[in-house]
C-alpha cells in the first residue's frame, strides 16, 4: 500500500503498470491537425448582450466535441491558485500523513487511493500511473468536517472553491437548459441535488509514458464535471476518432459533459471519450469537480426532448442514480456499453 508519489523515482516503469500493447497511447491515434482544438467559451458575454451567443456556443461544442473551455466563468484566481497550492501540499506531506487515509471503500466522505485497476474484470490487477485524493466536497457546511485537517489551510481553501465551482456549474446548466428551450431551472432540484464529489489526480513524472495512462479512455458519468487542470499537458478527447491534446489555460475551466446529460438531452449533447497521459518532466495535478443527482431521484430524457417540436421518441429508459452508478461501475466507464443498458430499442412499424 503506498502512493505513487512516495516511490524512490525509478529508472524503469514497474510491471504492474504495464499496459498490454493495445492499450498503450500510440502517436498516430492523436488528431495532428493543431489547429483542431476544443472551443473556448468567453463567459463573461452571458452577462449582458451576448447571452444567445454564449448559450449557442455552448450548445455546439457540446454537440461537437462534449467539452469546451471555460474563461471568464467568474471564479477568481485566488480561489482557484489557493485551492490548487493547498492541495499540491498535500501530495507533499510524508506518506504516513497521506497513508492514514488511504481505502478503497467508496463509502468513506474522503479517502486517497492510487493505480485505479484497468478493469473490475481484471484479473492480473494492471494499473494506472495516478494517485487520488478522494471527496465529497458541498455542501460545504454538511461535509467540510470530514475533509482532511491537515495541512492547514486545506479546509479554508477547499469551502471557497467548491461553492464557487458550485455556483459556476449552476450557472452553466442554466445556460444549458435555456440552449435546450427548457426552463431555466430546469436542472436544479434532484438532478443535480446529490452531493457533489471531487477528485484530486495527481499524476507523477513517469519513466516511460509510452507504456501506461494516468487514466483509461472514458466517459463521465454524472451531468457535469467542471475540471481545473493546471499548467501541465496530459488531457486528451476523443474527436472523429482521434485524441486531441487539451492546451491548458491559466485559470480556464475544462467543462466536460457527462453521461447523464446526454441521456436526460435524448443524445443531442454528447457525451465524450477522454483520457490522461503522463510525461516524464513534469508532475501533473487537476481537480474534477463532478456535479451529481440525487441517487433515488428519476432519471429520464426531458419532456420537451421527446416530444411537443422535436417529434422525436424517448431513446432512453427511465432510471435512478443508484442506477447509473451501478451500470458505470459494471461497464467500467465505457460509453458504448453503458447507454446500451439504458437505451430503448423501439419497434420498426413496417
Known amino acids: 500500500m503506498k502512493l505513487i508519489c ?33 472551443p473556448v467559451i468567453d463567459l463573461q458575454g452571458a452577462l449582458g448582450d451576448g447571452r444567445r451567443q454564449v448559450i449557442g456556443e455552448i450548445m455546439e461544442a457540446g454537440k461537437e466535441y462534449g467539452f469546451f473551455q471555460a474563461v471568464n466563468h467568474g471564479v477568481g484566481e485566488d480561489v482557484i491558485q489557493g485551492f490548487r497550492e493547498a492541495a499540491a501540499e498535500f501530495f507533499r506531506m510524508p506518506a504516513e500523513a497521506k497513508l492514514k487515509h488511504y481505502s478503497n471503500e467508496h463509502n468513506k466522505h474522503y479517502r486517497v487511493f492510487s493505480g485505479s485497476v484497468t478493469s473490475h474484470t481484471d484479473t492480473n490487477d494492471i494499473r494506472y500511473w495516478r494517485d487520488c485524493l478522494k ?22 481553501r ?4 467548491a461553492v464557487a465551482v458550485q455556483e459556476l456549474a449552476q450557472r452553466l446548466l442554466r445556460l444549458i437548459a435555456e440552449g435546450l428551450g427548457l426552463d431555466s431551472q ?27 495512462l494516468g487514466i483509461r479512455p472514458h466517459s463521465d458519468r454524472y451531468i ?24 491548458p489555460m491559466r485559470n480556464a475551466f475544462v467543462v466536460n459533459f457527462g453521461l447523464q446529460l446526454e441521456m436526460v438531452t435524448n443524445g443531442v449533447l454528447t457525451s465524450v471519450e477522454h483520457r490522461v497521459v503522463t510525461n516524464s518532466a513534469k508532475a501533473r495535478m487537476s481537480v474534477a469537480t463532478l456535479i451529481r443527482p440525487n441517487m433515488g431521484c428519476r432519471i429520464r430524457p426531458a419532456p420537451m426532448m421527446v416530444n411537443g417540436e ?17 451500470a458505470y461501475e459494471a461497464t467500467a466507464g465505457n460509453r458504448e456499453a453503458l447507454l446500451a443498458l439504458f437505451r430503448i430499442h423501439h419497434t420498426k412499424l413496417l
Not at 422535436?310 to 451501478?326: A, C, M, Q, V, W
Request: glycine fraction near 8%; hydrophobic fraction near 30%; proline fraction near 10%.
Open 6 to 38: 512516495d516511490f524512490p523515482s525509478p529508472k524503469s516503469l514497474p510491471d504492474k503498470y504495464v499496459l498490454p500493447p493495445e492499450r498503450r497511447p500510440c502517436n498516430h491515434e492523436l488528431q495532428g491537425d493543431l489547429s483542431v482544438a476544443l
Open 135 to 156: 471527496l465529497r466536497c458541498y455542501p460545504v457546511d454538511k461535509l467540510m468536517d470530514h475533509w482532511p485537517s491537515q495541512p492547514e489551510t486545506f479546509r479554508e
Open 158 to 161: 477547499l469551502a471557497k472553491y
Open 186 to 212: 430546469f436542472f436544479e432540484g434532484d438532478l443535480t441535488g446529490g452531493e457533489t464529489m471531487m477528485n484530486v489526480n495527481y499524476y507523477p513524472r513517469c519513466p516511460d509514458p509510452s507504456l501506461t
Open 224 to 247: 457535469l464535471t467542471v475540471l481545473s487542470q493546471g499548467d501541465v499537458t496530459g488531457l486528451q478527447v476523443k474527436h472523429k476518432g482521434r485524441w486531441i491534446g487539451v492546451q
Open 310 to 326: 422535436t417529434n422525436h421518441r424517448p431513446k432512453y429508459r427511465d432510471f435512478t442514480g443508484s442506477e447509473l452508478i451501478e
